[in-house]
T-cell receptor, first 114, second 114 residues
Framework: AQTVTQSQPEMSVQEAETVTLSCTYD???????LFWYKQPPSRQMILVIR??????QNATENRFSVNFQKAAKSFSLKISDSQLGDTAMYFC???????????FGTGTRLKVLA | KAGVTQTPRYLIKTRGQQVTLSCSPI?????VSWYQQTPGQGLQFLFE???????NKGNFPGRFSGRQFSNSRSEMNVSTLELGDSALYLC?????????????FGNGTRLTVT
């Protein structure tokens, strides 16, 4: 069975600084996707970034990038130039293994400080 | 294009009652999945429907059930409510045809059981 672990329940960062959120996962599958979702205080969850396991190149979306280490089963999210609007819960998620069942981590609450 | 709509936004029920939550997906999305979100537990997968068929199921008791209609709208039912069922219930829709399909979430239904 697949598992996703986020070991940082809470983090804070100063505005304009860079922060990295950690995520590790466990799977024996070779075909899968990894995602980071963001849930702002208003509650609606939105997709931040996704990574296909077969792609060696790390995904990037503007200020958001990932460090995907397949052998180590690590998938961290880096937020550059942090903004107040980045304050949210961040969830790491796994999809694959022959099912369309998302496995989510327990989340990291990020607070960006002015 | 309208987003995912969940109704109602808030519900207060007493132990032993039953409740039905509704979710209207984004037009064209055939997959609807449900999650229970509680502090510290993250998002727990309940079930996923694709074209009116339950394709995946999480590890919840049989009191939790769902269905999907021909227009892709979905309902989730919880019978014999317990205090521990108090949570935010999130619905998400996607195209559901490959692992790359991101989830689009609704605002959730906050259920309080007293």
């Amino acid at each position: 069975a697949q598992t996703v672990t986020q070991s940082q329940p809470e983090m804070s960062v100063q505005e304009a600084e860079t922060v990295t959120l950690s995520c590790t996962y466990d799977t024996s599958e070779s075909n899968y996707y990894l995602f980071w979702y963001k849930q702002p205080p208003s509650r609606q969850m939105i997709l931040v970034i996704r990574q296909e396991a077969y792609k060696q190149q790390n995904a990037t979306e503007n200020r958001f990038s990932v460090n995907f280490q397949k052998a180590a089963k690590s998938f961290s999210l880096k937020i550059s130039d942090s903004q107040l609007g980045d304050t949210a819960m961040y969830f790491c998620a796994f999809m694959g293994g022959g099912t369309y069942k998302y496995i989510f981590g327990t989340g990291t609450r990020l607070k960006v400080l002015a | 294009k309208a987003g995912v709509t969940q109704t109602p936004r808030y519900l207060i029920k007493t132990r032993g009652q039953q409740v039905t939550l509704s979710c209207s997906p984004i037009s064209g999305h055939r997959s609807v999945s449900w999650y229970q979100q509680t502090p510290g537990q993250g998002l727990q997968f309940l079930f996923e429907y694709f074209s009116e068929t339950q394709r995946n199921k999480g590890n919840f008791p049989g009191r939790f059930s769902g269905r999907q209609f021909s227009n892709s709208r979905s309902e989730m039912n919880v019978s014999t409510l317990e205090l521990g069922d108090s949570a935010l219930y999130l619905c998400a829709s996607s195209l559901g045809q490959n692992y790359n399909s991101p989830l689009h979430f609704g605002n959730g239904t906050r259920l309080t059981v007293t």
